[in-house]
């Protein structure tokens, strides 16, 4: 039991990692490149935070299968959608929010869940040709 629990657990967490990694480099290199040389530590646990959502989302898209393929991507996309501005709302009571907070953040995370799902519907068209 506790063995499936790690299995369960684990690609979650490596997945989690990587994104985690990836975008900090990114946004790292990005800010360095546009001249700020820092970024403060309550930015880098709210994108933890979001990545986390994120990685949530990924699983729920792996694990809930409609009818509709459509809605099987959309509905855990909305839910998640909700919690990160949510989130976003909730972290404006302590910083102050950058003007354009809401609307970065669904541009950011609609873009990388269309990526997910493209990524996501290769893997399972590979899949159906074996």
Known sequence: MKREIINQLKPGFILFC???????LFSSALLLYQGQPTDTNLHILNRGAVILI???TIILF???KLK??????FVPY????GIV????????????LHPDAYRD???????VTICV????????RLKEKR
């Open 62 to 64: 792996e694990k809930i």
């Open 68 to 73: 509709s393929k459509v809605l099987s991507y």
């Open 54 to 56: 994120a990685v949530i």
């Open 78 to 81: 909305a839910i998640s959608m």
């Open 117 to 124: 799902i493209i990524v996501i519907t290769i893997k399972d």
């Open 105 to 111: 953040i669904f541009l950011n995370f609609t873009s």
């Open 18 to 24: 990587v994104i985690y990694a990836v975008t900090t």
């Open 85 to 96: 501005f949510l989130y976003v709302w909730i972290s404006g009571f302590i910083e102050p």
